[in-house]
């Protein structure tokens, strides 16, 4: 369901009760309860809102627990037919441990996620049975009169029964920053968007200023968040992660090969006991056993866990800097992104009105400092510092705007997700964002408001008007009894012509029609660059009391106007540069008008010359649009994001989107990576994200890009480094069952050795290797294959050049080539074998290949690099240790494997088989001279590569 036909379905339903609404609204006023509405309206939705987030065993534990069941049984199996437990259990006890991590990282997430959600029953006033009384909101059904006061979350959606100078805040329904008016004036007009329907109010958003009695027209479902809830829920999931389709794709090659060998071992090896008339179980099953092994060989059983411990320690890092990721692979999506599309309002700026310029004595002034925190900030002229408190226009201005205010500002303790902290005190606003920005800028001009406000006793009041937009409030100064200070702000066209003075200096001038025209051309110019301007007005009277409000509001002196603008956060712009340097479009999305969106875009350099501004009317027939020269969305609807999300996926672009609000969540559910803000995002688009962002900061997003870059190159590298060897391994072991006489392992324990130490000590270095220092400095890859072409090349040589030397230390030691020496046959250093030449061609060949893969990771690890540029800009010492330590291990184990086998097989009268043979420091010398050709002959490939510019 698309949300134009949500939008479609709020307004008929709401249209339905307008008769409702004429017929009883005489009643209505009297205190008419719910019982006596139409029955179908209480039965239309109780408590009906739909649970997002499904139980966490349904989505990760059961299926992971009914995997574990079937892998149970299927080991089981295994090993009462093979006769083989010991190596059975080890193979799976790798897969357990892979399923046991996974269920543990999606607990961590989802309790990451609740500490970012501050839950409360929330209550609403509500009239019943004539009387007034609190019920908690999810007790309210269809038919029940709610009364609003300033500040309320609004409990339901409803239509407004009688209002008083309400306003209200849908910035998370709709995105748009300023507050909304609202009326209970009936509209006619069909097919509205929520914007425009100003005789409603809906669920989650707040009420501002005024007060209001409502009739709840729609619960659960039935409100505009719980069809968009429901939308999402039929939605399901879209589609499956990158990286997963990327590994199904290697395993659909691998597993095809495997089943290819797997027929060739087993007809081979059953054609030989048929010919030899050997029928003995035994012999059966270990010829089935010893082809299955053959077989998998190519398969890289670490490869999972180790993939999933990258993206497990992405999202731990991620998580030391405000991220919390609820999907292991969403990171990696962030990674390959090659579009980010941002919501304006709470993304990019903190909306948070701010005043940042203002006009007094025929000068303007600039204001530092953004949002509400009152720490920073100062006023400039001229670049240069300047105090005004002497001035007395000035003390007039700030008098005005501070008594002259319903807003009020109050520090909240919200928690987040640091490294460092886990809560941090935010300033929010109470009442309108506009009349809370004149407060904050009285604090940075060095005045404290509760001094001001007790200058001063407010005597009357005239609330602000959508008709006559203006405020004003009449003051007493206990200064001087005698005096009464009228003090008005409002639209600058509207204030102006009511003022036929104006206050330069002190000094009161007559306001003539050219000095109003001026100061109308400089409002002008900064609403076209997206300020919001407001007019400041005083003047001072005797008697109030038989005055009409048109009376009190005429022959004003003027003051001057402020500019306000929504701030962008700080870090923003070097966000934005950042991603662009990476080839990552940025775009920025919004309900505001477009001159507005253009502002902060330059601000932030989203926006550049001959880019293009279009409004969300424009996307009904896209067709002619560029959308490579767009790259600001203005005046959109919920359904405008859905189209630009999916016109960029249509045009195999990877998107990110974040947002905040509930009108971002259709938008969060259809992108690739999908970003919500923890403390000003609401609960729908928090469950609905990939992501959350718990201190609200857009410069982790470039954070998170950068990761991911890094974690994809770290399971490329693994991926790598897993065909690589089990290619070149499969193809030798595979090789050598076809010659008779010769096994290339004594027992099914050396097969072991080499893949529980070499296979996977090099590879968990891997892991928490370093990310490439240049990463964000490479084009979007988009969707690249996790091996692309120059990177299957490259592994094919690599494998080559590695199996040459593998093969060349068997048979030279098969051969004769490479003898036997006193150090080997040396009864007290070696565990000696009946076939003393298997032996020890058996030894150079595992500790040739010991060699190989500890050292040739560092020639892959950064294949765009040469070894020596890679080793001087981005060595690392943790990899080298665990290298070393693994060929310390072998080392350790060829130096005393007599002792060992000694102890091991005839004390304790175990089985082991791991029998080495003692080498000599020429043997040694000859498997390093063999591990050479797949180490320098690698760079060699790479030099030439790099001449010709082919990257991988």
């Known amino acids: 369901m698309s949300s134009s036909k949500i939008q479609n379905e709020i307004y008929f339903y709401n249209q339905s009760i307008e008769n409702l609404i004429r017929d009883f609204k005489t009643d209505l006023d009297h205190g008419l309860n719910s019982s006596d509405l139409p029955e179908r309206y209480l039965k239309s939705g109780y408590n009906e809102l739909p649970k997002i987030k499904k139980s966490i065993w349904k989505i990760y534990l059961a299926p992971i627990f009914n995997f574990l069941i079937v892998t149970l049984i ?77 500040g309320d979350k609004i409990p339901g959606d409803g239509r407004i029964i009688d209002s008083i100078n309400l306003t209200v805040d849908e910035a998370p329904l709709t995105g748009e920053s300023e507050a909304v008016e609202k009326t209970s004036a009936i509209i006619e007009i069909k097919d509205l968007p929520v914007q425009k329907q100003n005789n409603m109010v809906f669920m989650g958003t707040y009420a501002l200023t005024g007060r209001a009695k409502f ?212 300033r929010r606003a109470l009442g309108s964002p506009t009349e809370a920005a004149l407060l904050v800028l009285a604090e940075k001009a060095g005045y404290n408001l509760y001094d001001l406000k007790r200058k001063f006793n407010i005597i009357a009041e005239y609330s602000f008007s959508s008709e006559l937009k203006r405020m004003s409030s009449i003051c007493k100064s206990n200064e001087s009894k005698e005096e009464q200070y009228v003090f008005t702000k409002g639209a600058p066209e509207n204030i102006i012509k009511l003022c036929s003075q104006i206050d330069i200096n002190g000094i009161i001038k007559s306001f003539d029609s050219n000095s109003q025209q001026k100061i109308l051309d ?15 007005s005083y003047k001072i009277i005797q008697e109030v009391n038989k005055l009409k409000r048109e009376d009190v509001e005429k022959n004003l002196i003027f003051l001057g106007f402020v500019s306000i603008m929504d701030p962008p956060r700080k870090g923003v712009k070097a966000s934005v540069k950042a991603c662009k340097n990476g080839g990552i479009k940025v775009i920025m999305i919004t309900g505001d008008h477009p001159a507005t969106a253009k502002t902060i875009a330059s601000q932030m350099e989203i926006y550049q010359e001959g880019d293009l501004v279009i409004e969300g009317s424009q996307l009904k027939d896209s067709s002619g649009l560029d959308f490579d020269k767009i790259s600001v969305f203005a005046r959109v609807e919920p359904s405008d994001k859905e189209i630009i999300v999916e016109h960029y996926q249509n045009n195999n672009q990877v998107v990110a989107m974040t947002g905040d609000g509930i009108n971002d969540s259709l938008a969060l559910k259809i992108a690739n990576a999908g970003i919500a803000m923890g403390i000003t995002g609401t609960d729908v688009a928090k469950e609905t994200a990939d992501m959350v962002i718990s201190d609200d900061n857009f410069t982790s997003i470039e954070k998170g890009v950068r990761i991911g870059r890094g974690l994809f190159s770290k399971i490329r590298t ?113 565990y000696l074998e009946v076939d003393l030449i298997e032996q020890k061609a ?23 690099k040469s070894l020596y540029r890679s080793l001087k800009e981005e060595f690392s010492r943790t990899l080298l240790v665990i290298c070393l330590f693994t060929l310390a291990l072998h080392a350790l184990y060829i130096c005393f494997s007599y002792l060992v086998n000694f102890y091991v097989n005839v004390e304790f009268g175990w089985d082991l088989q791991i029998n080495f043979m003692f080498l000599s420091g020429t043997d040694w010398l000859i498997c390093v001279l063999l591990a050479i050709p797949g180490i320098f002959g690698i760079e060699l490939f790479k030099y030439f590569a790099r001449q010709r510019n082919i990257h991988f």
Request: charged share 20%.
């Open 74 to 150: 299927i080991t089981g199996i295994i090993i009462v037919i093979l006769g083989s437990p010991g190596e059975t259990v080890i193979t799976f006890t790798v897969v357990f441990f892979n399923s046991a991590t996974v269920i543990i990282q999606q607990f961590r997430a989802q309790k990451a996620l609740e500490s970012l959600r501050e839950i409360s029953a929330l209550k609403a006033t509500t009239l019943r049975d004539n009387k007034q009384i609190e019920i908690p909101n999810r007790e309210l059904v269809p038919g029940d009169i709610v009364l609003l006061e300033q």
């Open 215 to 426: 009739l709840i027209t729609g619960t659960g479902v039935n409100t505009a968040i719980g069809k968009i809830s429901q939308t999402l829920n039929e939605m399901g999931a879209i589609e499956d992660i990158p990286l997963t389709r990327k590994l199904n794709r290697i395993g659909y090659i691998l597993g095809t090969i495997v089943y290819i060998n797997l027929l060739i071992l087993i007809t081979y090896k059953f054609s030989l006991l048929i010919i030899e008339g050997n029928f003995i179980q035994s012999e059966i099953s270990s010829a089935l056993a010893s082809s299955i092994l053959r077989a998998t060989n190519i398969l890289p059983i670490n490869l999972p866990i180790l993939t999933t411990l990258v993206l497990i320690t992405g999202v731990l890092n991620m998580a030391q800097r405000g991220v919390i990721i609820k999907n292991l692979s969403a990171i990696e999506s962030l990674g390959r992104v090659s579009v980010i599309c941002s919501d304006k309002t709470g993304t990019i700026t903190k909306n948070e009105m701010t005043v940042e310029k203002f006009w007094i004595n025929e000068e303007e002034y600039d204001v530092s400092g953004s949002g509400y925190d009152d720490a920073e900030g100062e006023i400039y002229k001229n670049s240069n510092p300047i105090r005004l408190n002497e001035n007395s226009t000035f003390v007039k201005f700030i008098d005005s705007i501070v008594l002259n205010n319903n807003a009020s500002l109050i520090f909240e303790d919200v928690k987040i997700k640091l490294k460092e902290k886990r809560e941090m005190a935010v």
């Open 522 to 536: 400089r409002i002008s110019d900064r609403a076209k660059e997206g300020y919001r301007t407001l007019a400041v």
């Open 718 to 830: 693994i991926i790598f480094f897993f065909i690589c060897l089990n290619i070149m391994e499969s193809i030798i072991f595979f090789t050598y069952e076809f010659i008779p006489g010769f096994e290339l392992f004594s027992s099914e324990w050396q097969h072991i050795y080499i893949f529980g130490i070499v296979h996977s000590l090099p590879s968990l270095a891997l892991v928490i290797d370093t990310h490439p220092k240049d990463v964000m400095n490479n084009p979007p890859r988009d969707e690249e294959q996790i091996l692309n072409k120059n990177m299957w090349i490259m592994l094919i040589i690599q494998a080559f050049l590695m199996g040459i030397g593998l093969v060349l230390a068997l048979q030279l030691t098969l051969g004769g080539i490479i003898p036997l020496n006193e150090w080997n046959l040396n009864p007290n250093l070696s």
């Open 842 to 864: 058996r030894t150079m060949f595992i500790t040739t290949l010991y060699i190989v893969e500890t050292n040739f990771i560092w020639t892959f690890r950064r294949p765009n």
